[in-house]
């Protein structure tokens, strides 16, 4: 080789490897570049608990609030990440200052360069010790919480389901204010309020004083859940979206599962079938209409519900938030005589509605004309304005799944989303699964949960997280 040649080839190598650096360079960011429109300092350090939650004596007032070994409210998974408890402020279902509790899950080790930002919304939960922030002291692996932490269990970089944060937010009404009213299929408050969490979330681990890991150049946020958090990731995409906060915060789209997004077609399921499967989530969502509502809070759930289901101490159930929801479906088999079919074990919603409310609504799901009724009229407005179908065309990728023989979030809801929400420009920015097996229970876990290969929750953070080459690549 001649002097020339050997020249040539060493300002290639030369180039070759400073595109490399380069690259290696510009692929990562620091979190300081992800503007949030929040301040740290308005959650750093906040009184633990609020007056209407009895704390042990011995327990200290104040605490840590980062993602630092101060905050005593941190624990550690086998699986090499980290979790923190923290409390941040947002608004109230009545639209004043409340603080709120949430749940962080990130990679031990702080050198680890995060990949997505995922916005974890938990299903419908009837217990306390169910809520996120409750995941340190009595959670379990294999609940929607303990899959979603699983996000920031560290892997190689390629997969970028994997490496991430993870923000799990309390609803309203769970972790430090328990004992408040949770304002059930609420979505816009719930939306506004989880995102707040988000916010904070990232704004406490900029601040961390473990010099945390920087996150890559590409990365995204993706709203990710199952059940009712399905229909509250859908609701956080459109909150995110509908409030221009999709640039600062890189919305990559929704991962969401067997969701109630169109709630006037569950309740038509509901009433035209005339079975209700898991019937404490008639009465969550009255009562969450009946508390968030302003145009509700004239009424009661005696004008919707007969004596006797409401004697079963089905509102006390709920309000106290001691029993799960497996143990109040036990608890009111114990009453009622449940009836069986091919998907499951039910009651007739004639057997716990008020014949007028029952007449009603079974009259307006069929379209056809009814009598004017505040109580009826005033819970339908109610439903319907929480209908996440109706008034938005996301810009942003969603991935429904959902099974064909869901017994309590029926099949409806995602045909809803599907052929409402897309439009002639963007045709493929709703793909879906629809499976023909699983009740409501089994669904979930084939959503998150897989023995071999990638579950159906991971390739759709994939697809997203990859941008929209991956998307257009995903095949459903």
Known sequence: MNRNSANKLCRLLCLTVALVFSVSVTAQRDFSTIHTGVNAADAKIIERGVKNVELPKDAARTRGNGFDDDNKDHDESWFGYEYYRYTYPTISAKGEPITLTALAAMPKNTKAVINNIILGCHVTITDNASAPSEYITKGKVKSDVGMLTMHAQEKNASKLAYTCLVILPDYQGYGITQNESHPYLAQEITARQSVDALRYGIELYKTSKKNRAKIRDNWKTICVGYSQGGSVAMA??????????????????????????DPIATLRTYIAEDKVYMPVALPLIIKGMLDYNPYMRRHAMSDYFN???LNTGIVEWIEKKELATDEIQKKLKSIYTFQKDNKGEYIKVSEIFNPDAFEFMSKKMK?????????????????????????????HPIYLFHSKVDEVVPISNAESAYQKMRTDANPTIIKYTYTDKG????????????????????MGVNAIAGGEESWNKFKP
């Open 439 to 458: 009740n409501h229970g089994d669904s979930g876990s084939s959503f998150y949960f897989s023995f071999w290969g990638q579950s159906y929750e991971e």
């Open 236 to 261: 956080c995409h459109r909150f995110i979206e509908t409030n221009f906060l999709d640039v600062d915060l890189q919305l990559g789209g929704s991962v969401c599962g067997d969701g109630p997004y």
């Open 367 to 395: 379209g056809e004309p009814t009598e004017k009724n505040p109580k009826f009229d005033d819970l339908y407005t109610a439903i319907t304005v929480n209908d996440l179908t109706e008034g938005w065309k996301p810009k």
């Open 307 to 309: 004596a006797r289901f």
